[in-house]
């Protein structure tokens, strides 16, 4: 097996401590989201169903300031773990890398270097972590706004006005103590609600900010060991949430000179980019003075894995329509090409496919 595909299996197998890293952290987001929503509904019962305009226009100020607080509190709160997982994140890296290619020198990136990357902006519309934070903020109280506004004008009693933001309850919030002894928070659970997006949304930026420090902190270790890597090639977890943009470029490699696109390329995105390293004849040693086993590794070929491409073209016709939808499927099926369903990291309208058949 190959140093690129034992990196790979490394990888894959990293994405379950990263998933409880975003779990940890989403349980730190939600009790400040849940906070800010009671002291909505607080305010809210204060006035007994006396809707007016004057309260309508210090209630939105209110909503303002209550949302604002929360989104900086929980983005204080989530901060020094991101660095800290950055720092961990390039520790493992040089770690699982040192341990493949056996007898090379590595560059072992500074920490200053490793924490700075929770401040990059993303590749998500070029916002920063605290940006997309400050969103969460702005589309909570954007949304409370536009309910309240809305219950006003069907004289809504308090009653329904909270249904109208919180929705009817599933499952009250509580605290319980968990198997490793420590007491969480377990969010309530509601349905129906304004807020029903914020917490989605919520859980999107947890997965999101853990992928990009994930990615950006393994990108400065390579950075700073480019003379061992000549290449980078894309990896996505393949399911049916893949999406097509990512798809295509499943398997791509890039030169060390490329531009390619920073990782995540949107919100949940789970592509990451697998060095490909030199063998030992690009790196100028003697293969046969390295031992055996290393040696057979450090062949300088790319990653051995089915790319999304791969699935597709063995996909049943139920299991194309999963993933590509009806429409695009049937182009497929025409002789309409995948890589001609996205230009330029933008997927084409369907209505710009037909005709399009390359048999």
Not at 8 to 34: G, H, K, N, T, V
Not at 60 to 88: F, G, M, R, S
Request: with cysteine; hydrophobic share 40%.
């Amino acid at each position: 097996m190959n140093a690129s595909t034992l990196l790979l299996q490394a990888l894959f197998a990293r994405d379950a401590y990263l998933d409880a890293f975003s779990r940890d952290e989403l349980r730190r987001i939600i009790p400040i989201l849940d906070a800010a929503h009671r002291e909505v509904l607080g305010r809210i019962a204060e006035t007994g169903g006396a809707w007016t305009k004057d309260w309508l226009a210090e209630i939105a100020a209110e909503i303002d300031a209550i949302y604002h607080a929360a989104q900086a509190k929980a983005y204080d709160e989530v901060a020094p773990d991101l660095t800290k997982l950055a720092n961990d994140e390039g520790a493992w890296i040089a770690a699982e890398t040192k341990q493949i290619a056996m007898g090379l020198t590595l560059s072992i990136p500074a920490p200053s270097l490793l924490s700075a990357v929770v401040n990059l902006p993303t590749n998500i519309g070029g916002s920063t972590l605290a940006q997309m934070f400050e969103g969460l903020g702005i589309n909570a109280r954007t949304d409370a706004y536009a309910a309240i506004q809305a219950g006003m004008l069907e004289g809504d009693t308090v009653g329904q006005m909270t249904r109208r933001l919180r929705g009817e309850v599933v499952k009250r919030a509580s605290w319980k103590t968990e198997a490793d002894g420590v007491r969480r928070y377990q969010p309530g659970v509601y349905k129906g609600g304004a807020w029903d997006m914020n917490t989605r949304q919520a859980e999107t930026l947890a997965r999101t900010a853990v992928m990009h420090v994930g990615n950006q902190a393994r990108d400065v270790f390579y950075g700073q060991n480019q003379d061992i890597i000549k290449g980078y090639q894309r990896v996505e977890t393949l399911d049916l949430r893949t999406c097509l943009i990512c798809g295509t470029d499943d398997g791509h490699v890039y030169a060390p000179d490329d531009m390619r696109p920073s990782l995540p390329v949107h919100p949940d995105c789970r592509g990451v980019y697998v060095p490909v390293l030199k063998s030992w004849q690009e790196l100028g040693f003697d293969a046969a003075e390295i031992p055996p086993g290393t040696r057979a590794s450090m062949d300088g070929q790319v990653a051995e894995f089915d790319t999304w491409t791969d699935m597709v073209r063995k996909a049943d016709p139920k299991r194309l329509e999963e993933m590509l939808g009806p429409g695009r499927a049937a182009l497929y099926k025409q002789g309409v090409k995948l890589e001609d369903m996205v230009k330029g990291g933008e997927i084409v309208p369907i209505k710009d496919l037909a005709g399009r058949f390359h048999p």
